[in-house]
Structures are given as C-alpha cells and as structure tokens.
C-alpha cells in the first residue's frame, strides 16, 4: 500500500488550500482514511478521518467548519480542502488508512497502519 500526498504549499492566512492523497494498492472505499498533522515541536494531531463503515466524516475540533474530506473512488484518491486558513494551520500534513477502525478511535493515529510521507502547509500572517 502506497499513499502519495500533494497540495501542499504556501498561502496567506484566511486562504485556501487542497491537499490530495493518492492510493494504491488499497481501495479507499472500504477502508477508513484519515488526515493528521504535525507542527514543529507539537505531537502529531488528528485532523479528519472518513469512516468506512458509514461514509461520516469525523473533524478534529480545530478544523471543523473549516475543513473538509472527501473521496473520489473512480481516482482512488481523497482529497482535504482546507479554507479560512491560519498561521496555526502550518504544519506538515499526513494521510493515513486503516482498517478495522471503529468511530471511537478513529482519531488514534495507532489505529492507522499505512501512511503517506506527508506535504507541508505554510499559512503566512
């Protein structure tokens, strides 16, 4: 399994961004699939993850209204649109995919086994 993030890059604040994560050798559709995101100095944060059991989105509290997942089975792909962007929105962004994930821990980055090599996000002030 490989995932490929891009979309990354540089934007001002309140700006907009879309990152893409690109899967092979796992179908998206059945499986959860999550975004976090490290800061320099920070632990690694759960950003979204949509849930393969029931197609809902769940959104760290940080991003909600803000942020949005969405998936394109056809390109095996998903996809972070990210608007209203802030400086504390910098960080490097990861995808992920899991298996066997329940809505309770879908924000443990330990429930994920497969991982993207992650885009940096730098939000200007």
């Known amino acids: 399994v490989q995932l490929q993030a891009s979309g990354g890059g540089l934007v001002q604040a309140g700006g907009s961004l879309r990152l893409s994560c690109a899967a092979s050798?796992?179908?998206?559709?059945?499986?959860?699939m999550g975004w976090f995101r490290q800061a320099p100095g920070k632990v690694r944060e759960f950003v979204v993850a949509?849930?393969?059991?029931?197609?809902?989105?769940y959104y760290g509290d940080s991003v909600k209204g803000r942020f949005t997942i969405s998936r394109d089975s056809a390109k095996n792909t998903v996809y972070l649109q990210m608007d209203n962007l802030s400086p504390e929105d910098t960080a490097v962004y990861y995808c992920?995919?899991?298996?066997?994930?329940?809505?309770?821990?879908?924000?443990?980055?330990?429930?994920?086994?497969?991982w993207g090599q992650g885009t940096l996000v730098t939000v200007s002030s």
């Open positions: 949509i849930s393969r059991n029931n197609n809902r989105p």
């Open positions: 050798g796992r179908t998206i559709s059945v499986y959860t």
């Open positions: 992920a995919t899991g298996s066997g994930i329940i809505a309770s821990t879908i924000s443990a980055a330990t429930r994920y086994d497969y």
